[in-house]
């Protein structure tokens, strides 16, 4: 690795112009933002917030419900000087402009990193706050939402808050360090990954968890566990007596989960639940969720609402987490040869029962369909693309499973909207643009590490030690429609690997040129030898190599397909993992992770994206909801430009769509009209009500 450090890092104007500030790049509108409940009732509502103009109502309801900051803020009159009460003191309230949400971020990012040394002038540090101001006002990335939740609340308004018991390692000292108060370092990460001990009491241990997790339900962000280590009913307890399994304490942890939920402003609790294959009460484990539905469906039969928030919901166990089971690839085997498969004590390893593997998958594959729960995680699979092995095996996640590594790490996202680098005019993909995001992007998410504060010393100490990170993207299934491209088609796939490719190569290649100025992730040199070979393994992968060719991969790895795949998009593959891997092997890499590809389910809509996340399209009509109040059906805003793309007329999209949409008229429809509900014995004010009512419905039989 090469000696010294480079200068810093120097940022280019790309979306913005020097003496121009990015927020006049937009045209502003008030909004009112309204939450209601399914029966009316009011959640939540602000009047003339501040709001980009061309955003939806949906994507400034988010902003405006679960991003402004609802106390503490200095309060301005129309003049922009701050309002003073009686005694000269700042009026405070919440936050009532996106352009304050905006600016506390993207300024907070550039305090972190200039006071850090990341970059190479101030001119830099300026250029890099412009640049991400415009792209969050444009709608072009976004942060998760612990980010929108915390970040610049202390940097912008000197919100501080209690102490709650957060750590951080100290940059200057590297020493592990309490932080004073709730909000001077943010809490910005939403992904955690934390241990559990077989111990009761004793910090590590059962109950010290439900504490760590709650730390972290209440900064919105999400945590995920392998519960393997805790003792099956029935095993011996050291003091005499009979463990009671782990499924009771499982109980415990829903109930204060579901607790939080119900006691929280930002958003309900989100954990993970892992099993491993071979533990004791992984039976019990699986059915647990299903089991439970059963009796939701007895309450319901017998007149309790099916709504999720209900009372016959609430009454029931095993709802407020994901459930996983992890699987290695000897129990895989041991199903495809029909195999018996041994479960094991946690206390000696012994084997407690023995079945059958094939017994073991029926019983995951009915639970799952018939509760969604559990899902499958390959852990063989997982650790042969682990970069740090010398920490440890991967044997967790995060609640949707995007993040995977070790224990008592954790893991800020961001996703860049892929629809804002299409052109539709043009059909080409601003790939430069795109380049450009990833390193801007990439940036943020290390200066987020180096201020963010942890709910324990462990998750504190391993964050900063690996220095994980998770940019990803959203509105894949939009882009892949307006190019005309089946979502489920080579092509498609294609396209799909190679934009994730080029993210993940760059986002790599960033992470190297940051090691060149402020040096690599702590852990870096008892990893590098297994680091460069998973590098080298995805730049396989990014050039279609055979499976031989792979270093120590036993399953079969599914690269870009290099004869269908665009070739602009396969040579910017082929560059970024070339770079990724000639700039890590001269500097090695600041963080041990880069990329994760998040299910984006707020900030895909804060974004107005048709579509979250790597998924498809889940429908092709949608409802808008209106400023004023109400919704209105339409057809999904990616139809028009694909239908173009495919060479259909103007005419016949404009027939398409119609059909698609429906006409929300009585009038025209050829067997449901106001001629034949006449005939039917309706009067003229019943039909005019049931006219009144369709703009706003799914289909005929809900007006």
């Known amino acids: 690795m090469a000696e010294g450090k480079a200068t810093g890092l120097t940022i280019e104007r790309r979306f913005t112009t020097e003496g121009e500030s990015p927020y006049d790049t937009v045209e502003w509108s008030k909004r009112d933002s309204r939450i209601t409940n399914p029966d009316g009732s009011v959640v939540f509502e602000m009047r003339d917030a501040e709001i980009p103009a061309d955003w939806s109502q949906v994507a400034a309801d988010i902003m405006v419900s679960k991003y ?7 309060q ?6 701050v309002r003073l009460d009686d005694a000269g003191t700042p009026v405070l309230g919440p936050e009532r402009s996106a352009r304050q949400v905006i600016d506390r971020l993207a300024a907070t990012w550039r305090h972190w ?15 890099f ?6 792209m969050l006002l444009h709608q072009m990335a976004a942060p998760n939402s612990p980010q929108w939740f915390n970040t610049g609340l202390h940097h912008r308004y000197g919100i501080e808050g209690p102490e709650q018991g957060f750590w951080f390692v100290d940059p200057e000292t590297e020493e592990l360090t309490p932080s004073p108060d709730s909000y001077s370092r943010p809490a910005p990460h939403a992904c955690f990954i934390q241990s559990i001990d077989d111990d009761l009491v004793n910090p590590g241990g059962i109950m010290d968890l439900w504490v760590r997790e709650a730390r972290l339900f209440k900064f919105g962000s999400g945590t995920g566990s392998n519960f393997s280590h805790i003792r099956a009913e029935g095993e011996p307890l050291s003091g005499g007596g009979k463990s009671s399994g782990l499924m009771s304490f499982l109980k415990v942890g829903d109930r204060a989960a579901g607790a939080i939920k119900s006691g929280g402003t930002t958003r309900r609790a989100a954990k993970m639940v892992i099993l491993d294959i071979d533990h004791p009460d992984v039976e019990t484990f699986i059915a647990w969720k299903a089991e439970e539905e059963k009796k939701v469906r007895a309450l319901i039969a017998a007149g309790y609402s099916s709504d999720f928030n209900g009372e016959a919901y609430a009454t029931v166990s095993g709802q407020n987490s994901n459930n996983s089971i992890r699987m290695t690839n000897e129990f895989l085997h041991a199903v495809q040869n029909d195999e018996d498969w041994h479960l094991t004590r946690r ?26 729960d559990p899902g499958v995680q390959f852990h063989t699979t997982v650790n042969e693309w682990h970069t740090s092995p010398a920490g440890g095996e991967i044997r967790a996640s995060n609640p949707c499973s995007e993040y995977m590594f070790l224990d008592n790490t954790a893991c800020n996202l961001a996703s860049l909207n892929l629809g804002k680098f299409y052109d539709d005019a043009t059909g080409e993909f601003h790939l430069d643009d795109y380049k450009y995001a990833v390193r801007l992007w990439t940036i943020v998410l290390e200066v987020s590490v180096t201020m963010a504060q942890f709910p324990s ?30 979502y489920d088609s080579d092509e498609g796939r294609a396209i799909a690997g190679a934009l994730t490719a080029i993210l993940t190569g760059y986002a790599y290649a960033t992470s190297a040129e940051m090691a060149a100025v402020v040096g690599p992730f702590p852990k870096y040199h008892e990893n590098t030898e297994s680091m460069l070979r998973v590098i080298k393994n995805h730049r396989r992968a990014a050039y279609g190599a055979e499976q031989f060719e792979y270093d120590t991969i036993g399953h079969t790895v599914v690269g870009v397909d290099q004869r269908i795949c665009p070739a602009d998009m396969l040579d910017m593959a082929h560059d970024a993992w070339n770079e990724a891997l000639t700039l890590g092997e001269l500097h090695g890499y600041r963080n041990a992770q880069t990329t994760v590809l998040a299910p984006t389910g707020t900030i895909g809509l804060l974004m107005d994206c048709d579509t979250t996340g790597v998924e498809p399209d889940f429908a092709l009509v949608k409802f808008k909801k209106l400023a004023g109040g109400g919704y209105f059906k339409i057809a999904n ?8 793309r495919l060479g259909y007329t103007d005419t016949e999209i404009a027939d398409i769509i119609d059909y698609v949409v429906g006409t929300m008229t009585l009038e025209t429809s050829p067997h449901i009209n106001t001629r034949t509900l006449l005939a039917r014995g309706f009067s003229k004010a019943d039909i005019a009500k049931i006219e009144a009512t369709l703009p706003g419905v799914f289909e005929l039989g809900f007006a």
Do not use: C
């Open 347 to 372: 206390t000696d390893g012994e084997t407690m029962k023995t079945v059958r593997a094939r017994d073991l998958w029926r019983q995951i594959a009915e639970a799952a369909w018939a509760s969604a």
């Open 637 to 644: 805003q990616s139809i028009k430009p694909a239908l173009a």
């Open 113 to 127: 990193g200039e006071k850090h040394g990341y970059f190479a002038t101030a001119d830099d540090a300026q250029v």
């Open 76 to 81: 301005y009159d129309e003049a922009g000087q």
């Open 129 to 134: 706050e412009d640049e991400l101001a415009y």
């Open 457 to 486: 010393e462990a998750i504190a100490q391993g964050s900063y030690d690996y220095r994980t990170l998770g940019l990803g993207y959203a509105n894949l299934g939009s882009v892949l429609m307006r190019m005309g491209i089946a």
């Open 68 to 74: 402004f900051r609802k106390a503490g803020v200095p």
